[in-house]
């Protein structure tokens, strides 16, 4: 029985469990590991894992594909524990929202006889834990690929096959492009959630403002309610990046300033027309198609991975139904 060891059962490496016994793999078997025993009982009554282990040397023995779901501070440390204990061939991934740090720990602490492909599937809630998980969770959304350079391509299209199996679009980029990224478009959002509920909430007129606080106000800062120490990780590595987009987003609130200040009506009216316009766009037409943040990959091919036929097969069924559904909608 083929083995994939899932260390740390939060919302991610919850919810990617539960996606992966969703998927119903034959002869695969799902070993978590949790901080806590409450944890991993949840998980079992669940029916996320199959296996709980305390420690994670002991869950990566005889496990092909290892997922590192931990703080990201805590994976240095969980690629020293496990890196004696991985079998030949064994393939390495992790889901942090950095991948600079996590590629070089990589490096640095994991044997030659494992591959190491990172991770990061673009998902999450503002609440954490294991009673958050969601098998749905990582449905349509991009989950990046950031594999190392000595990655062998089938352990690449493992990682592919799995993250598809979860319904996450996969892109291929590098780890460094990856942290340039989502600084801009992930981790100043959760700033500035922070910052603006921080504003409200240390003026004096606090329990008036939250009392006409709606939607706008609870949309726009509820990254806020996230976990302080998820973003005290983010900040710890890639904080040159984020200070990078913090100017940029500095420059275009004076920017704001100054036109509001001016009173000009059709400075105004620019202003926040042409955001409303793309942000539309954006909404209804998606991404721009062009090749910056990386090509998205092709649905893997049907060939045997590294788990076998298991997973091309799964997804086999799912793309026939695909086309059964397509082709009973053309008829009507």
Do not use: C
């Amino acid at each position: 029985m083929e083995r994939i060891a899932i260390i740390g059962l939060g919302l991610i490496g919850g919810s990617l469990a539960l996606a992966l016994k969703r998927a119903d793999l034959s002869d695969v078997q799902i070993a978590g590991v949790a901080r806590t025993r409450e944890t991993l009982r949840k998980a079992r009554s669940a029916g996320a894992i199959d296996v709980g282990e305390g420690y994670a040397s002991d869950a990566v023995r005889g496990a092909r594909v290892v997922v590192v779901a931990t703080p990201i501070l805590a994976i240095r440390e969980v690629f020293e524990e496990i890196a004696p204990a991985l079998d030949e061939g064994a393939i390495v991934t992790d889901v942090a929202s950095t991948k600079g740090d996590v590629a070089r720990w990589a490096q640095e602490l994991l044997p030659a006889h494992a591959d190491f492909v990172g991770g990061h599937p673009m998902a999450g809630k503002e609440h954490a834990g294991f009673d958050e998980a969601d098998a749905n969770l990582f449905r349509g959304r991009p989950w990046v690929i950031a594999p190392s350079v000595s990655a062998g391509e089938s352990s690449v299209q493992t990682i592919v096959g799995i993250a598809q199996l979860t319904g996450a679009q996969t892109l291929l980029m590098d780890p460094l492009e990856h942290d340039s990224y989502v600084a801009a478009i992930s981790h100043l959002p959760l700033t500035l959630a922070s910052a603006l509920f921080s504003v409200a909430f240390g003026s004096a007129a606090w329990p008036e403002l939250a009392g006409l606080a709606s939607s706008g106000f609870r949309d726009t800062t509820r990254l806020a309610s996230g976990s302080p120490e998820m973003a005290h990780d983010i900040v710890m590595t890639n904080r040159e990046n984020m200070l990078h987009w913090i100017d940029r987003f500095q420059d275009e609130l004076s920017r704001f300033r100054g036109m509001i200040a001016s009173g000009e009506s059709e400075l105004v009216l620019e202003a926040f027309g042409k955001p409303q316009l793309e942000r539309d766009n954006f909404m209804l037409n998606g991404p721009p198609r062009r090749e910056m943040a990386g090509p998205e990959i092709e649905t893997i091919g049907l060939g045997d991975l590294l788990l076998g036929s298991k997973i091309s097969g799964y997804l086999k069924k799912q793309q026939e139904l695909i086309r059964d559904m397509e082709a009973r909608e053309k008829k009507r």
